[in-house]
């Protein structure tokens, strides 16, 4: 009933800069808080970045200063613009949302997940 569709993954050399973006779609009638999570081989999904309905923000340590998350709440979207890009952010990123349907459920929602890998 809820999908989240990233886009904008792919290979960028060390220093450089790529967006992911992240649409909402199905019976939404609100996005609650919304986030990228990012999983590296071997490694658990962290938490990268998240936005309240409100636009409020907050950054893993990692990523304060390069990272920035922002979202369209009409559009129900959500992107991250990511420069400076290291090779240690290379990872698989996963949208996340907090979705209220109309019929007044709650569901949590993951993307399918969008690759970036970052070269040295």
């Known amino acids: 009933q809820v999908q989240l569709v990233e886009s904008g993954g792919g290979l960028v050399q060390a220093g450089g800069s790529l967006r992911l973006s992240c649409a909402a779609s199905?019976?939404?009638?609100?996005?609650?808080?919304m986030g990228w999570y990012r999983q590296a081989p071997g490694k658990q999904r962290d938490l990268v970045a998240a936005i309240t309905s409100g636009g409020s923000t907050d950054y893993t340590d990692s990523v304060k200063g390069r990272f920035t998350i922002s979202r369209d709440n009409a559009k129900k979207t959500v992107s991250l613009e990511m420069n400076s890009l290291k090779p240690e952010d290379t990872a698989v990123y996963y949208c996340?949302?907090?979705?209220?349907?109309?019929?007044?459920?709650?569901?949590?929602?993951w993307g399918q997940g969008t690759l970036v890998t970052v070269s040295s």
């Open positions: 199905g019976s939404i009638f609100s996005l609650n808080a």
């Open positions: 996340n949302a907090n979705a209220r349907l109309y019929d007044g459920r709650y569901f949590e929602v």
